[in-house]
């Protein structure tokens, strides 16, 4: 039996107290990224996406308060990649023998909400989630060269591999790395950023908006970067607003609207037929699809109502929306007509958080790919 590695979090919920005010910046996210997969994390601007990200990472400031779980649950048997970079250090959060672990490969769980920072600075930042920066031009220290910067982070993460080696994984030649950030082209910045990233082989990739103010070429190639480290075993939680980026490389897209996740679907299934009001909505603004906006703004942060947050700006709303939706995995959706009473499988099912969930075949959109690309 080899159990993949995942992060699964469950009620995760960050408050900030404010003077006066309460902001309410997650409240009870649900959702898993399994090695192999790549879950892309999308929602407007303000919705709760950079602090979930940061509370994973144990980086929010003090006024934050977290409850709630997320279990990173490093697997027993199905390798990262093709060559592994580092035997993780087995020195801390050990129940079980130090043989035991050498045998299996593997690490104890931790809950990240609960970890105390040490072991979050010790033992998974940089070496079980590695982070891609936001802006990696900015990231980069501007007065060393890049090879510098990664032979630093591999020092400090015990990684006996060579800046060569891991900028080749990368995509970049030796030489690239004895440039200093400034003379880096915006594509090759995004490799050594990626580089650093991976520095401690880490099993999940946590990008915040990896693609802000990158052209259309450089963001298909970090989304193909994505992929890649997906592909090669690695679990990728990609966060965006570009629903395109996040169309070209997640396996599952999870939808974030006022601090809860709404909508858990599998890619193919969403971008076809979305079942959330507010994920159809969000597909109809594209301008490759109706290029209709949803009318009225979100909700402030720190005034939510006690119902459906989506309730004033949903065309389907009830009496019903004044009490929260949970989210719930949809019965199976009817057979299509044509497909031979074909069932669809288990893997096509959305979850929603909605009393009144869209059917499948209920909004139809034609895809342009032509205009999209
Ligand atoms: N330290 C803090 N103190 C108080 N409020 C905060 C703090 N950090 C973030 N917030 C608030 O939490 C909410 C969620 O912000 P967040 O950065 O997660 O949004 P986002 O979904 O990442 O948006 P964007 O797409 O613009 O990056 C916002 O209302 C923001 O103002
Ligand atoms: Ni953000």
């Known amino acids: 039996m080899t159990a993949p590695s995942?992060?699964?979090?469950?009620?995760?919920?960050v408050r900030f107290h404010l003077s006066g005010a309460t902001v309410q910046a997650v409240t009870d996210a649900r959702f898993e990224v399994r090695q192999g997969e790549c879950l892309a994390l999308v929602g407007e601007s303000g919705c709760g996406k950079s602090v979930m990200a940061h509370a994973l990472l144990g980086l929010l400031p003090g006024n934050a308060e977290v409850t709630g779980s997320a279990w990173l649950e490093s697997g027993d048997g199905a390798p990262i990649g093709r060559s592994p970079l580092l035997a993780h250090s087995t020195d801390n959060l050990v129940p079980r023998s130090p043989a035991a672990l050498a045998a299996s490969g593997s690490l104890p769980p931790v809950d990240l909400?609960?970890?105390?920072?040490?072991?979050?600075?010790?033992?998974?930042?940089?070496?079980?989630?590695?982070?891609?920066?936001?802006?990696?031009?900015t990231h980069l220290t501007p007065v060393r060269t890049a090879r510098s910067q990664l032979e630093e982070a591999l020092r400090e993460l015990g990684n006996p591999a060579s800046a060569d080696d891991l900028a080749a994984r990368a995509g970049l030649r030796p030489a690239d790395l004895d440039r200093y950030p400034h003379e880096l082209s915006g594509g090759?910045?995004?490799?050594?950023?990626?580089a650093l990233a991976l520095a401690g082989d880490p099993w999940l990739i946590l990008a915040d908006e990896p693609t802000s103010g990158l052209d259309r070429p450089l963001v298909d190639a970090t989304m193909a970067e994505l992929r890649r480290l997906a592909d090669d075993g690695r679990a990728v939680l990609l966060i965006t607003h570009d629903l395109r980026a996040a169309e070209q490389v997640a396996d599952r897209v999870a939808v974030m609207y006022a601090s809860r996740v709404v909508s858990v679907a599998p890619a193919a299934a969403f971008f076809a037929g979305p079942r959330h009001p507010y994920a159809a909505g969000l597909l109809d603004a594209l301008p490759s699809r109706r290029f209709t906006p949803i009318p009225g703004r979100p909700p402030e942060l720190t005034r939510l109502p006690d119902g459906c947050a989506f309730l004033p700006r949903c065309e389907?709303?009830?009496?019903?929306?004044e009490r929260v939706p949970e989210l719930a995995e949809l019965p199976e959706p009817p057979v299509p007509q044509g497909s031979g009473g074909r069932v669809a499988p288990v893997s096509d099912r959305q979850e929603v958080a909605c009393h009144h969930p869209l059917e499948p075949l209920e909004h139809p959109l034609e895809l342009d790919h032509n205009a999209a690309r």
């Open 6 to 13: 995942r992060l699964r979090v469950d009620g995760l919920t």
């Open 113 to 137: 909400v609960a970890a105390p920072e040490e072991v979050l600075a010790r033992s998974v930042r940089g070496r079980r989630i590695g982070l891609v920066p936001q802006s990696p031009a």
């Open 188 to 194: 090759m910045a995004q490799r050594v950023a990626n």
């Open 316 to 321: 389907r709303a009830s009496a019903a929306c």
